[in-house]
């Protein structure tokens, strides 16, 4: 199928309320300009040097989002433009993005990415520490940065039972730092199991080869 026909397809599949973030890593910007094209506002990259490299080529009105690990020192770097940082697994990493937000003159919108996968990840917050920086939050350590919710990576598996069982631990997560201070997005879901994370409470998914076709690393 062609990048439109999978784009269609994938709206066809999401809830009206549903966030779609297209996830463009190692796709080239003609091919994200094509999505951009379609409507799509809304982007995903996991590398700094790669999105630093695209952003420029591309619309100023695309909203990136930052989704794979992010080394601190590399956070001035797209702190002018980012519009949300998922992947924060770290309070180191939010007190670099609170301060490089403040330089700025803005605010970031960061999403507080947990560890929910039973697989050994090496990114991502142990519940209980995402509940500490989340109340630190709240008591005012880090006023350029609104944490507008959470994200996370369900194991690799055809186990839907367990995938569905990790975006649910999410999901509760999710409802008990709510009653805290209001959240907006629960970010879950990727090609392969976004269907079940919507089931499961998502609000926004990030779709990368189901829309723009695999991923070609050799490249
Ligand atoms: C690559 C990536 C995605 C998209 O993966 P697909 O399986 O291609 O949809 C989503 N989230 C994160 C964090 C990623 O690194």
Same mark, same amino acid.
């Given at each position: 199928?062609?990048?439109?026909? /999978? ?5 066809? !599949?999401? $809830?009206?309320? &549903? ?6 890593? $190692? ?11 379609? *409507?799509? @506002? ?6 700094? !040097? ?8 591309? +619309? =100023? ?13 590399k956070?001035k770097y797209i702190?002018?433009? #980012?519009?949300? #940082? ?17 330089? /700025? ?7 507080? !990415?947990?560890? #929910? &996968? ?13 509940? &500490? ?6 008591? *005012? ?5 609104? #944490? $507008?919710?959470?994200?996370?990576? &369900? ?5 839907? +039972? =367990?995938? @569905? ?12 730092? /709510? =009653?805290?201070?209001?959240?907006? $997005? ?14 499961? *409470?998502?609000?926004?998914? %990030? ?6 076709? @695999? %991923?070609?690393?050799? =490249?």
């Amino acid at each position: 199928m062609s990048i439109k026909e /999978n784009y269609k397809a994938i709206q066809h !599949q999401l $809830t009206l309320d &549903a966030q779609l973030v297209a996830v463009s890593k $190692t796709h080239p910007v003609s091919a994200i300009q094509e999505v951009y094209d379609l *409507g799509q @506002r809304v982007f995903g990259e996991n590398k700094v !040097q790669e999105l630093m490299e695209k952003a420029p080529l591309l +619309p =100023q009105d695309i909203q990136w989002h930052l989704i794979g690990h992010l080394q601190t020192n590399k956070v001035k770097y797209i702190a002018s433009f #980012i519009d949300t #940082i998922q992947s924060v697994d770290s309070e180191k990493l939010l007190a670099e993005i609170n301060k490089e937000a403040a330089k /700025n003159n803005k605010s970031i919108k960061v999403l507080l !990415q947990v560890k #929910i &996968a039973a697989e050994e990840s090496k990114f991502g917050l142990e519940i209980s520490e995402a509940k &500490a920086i989340f109340q630190h939050y709240i008591d *005012g350590s880090f006023p350029h940065v609104e #944490i $507008t919710g959470l994200m996370g990576m &369900a194991t690799f598996t055809d186990n839907e +039972p =367990q995938i @569905r069982k990790e975006f649910l631990t999410l999901k509760a997560l999710f409802d008990e730092l /709510n =009653q805290l201070k209001p959240l907006k $997005t629960l970010s879950m879901g990727m090609s392969d199991d976004f269907p079940i994370a919507i089931e499961c *409470g998502a609000n926004s998914v %990030r779709v990368g080869s189901a829309i723009f076709g @695999r %991923r070609d690393y050799s =490249q």
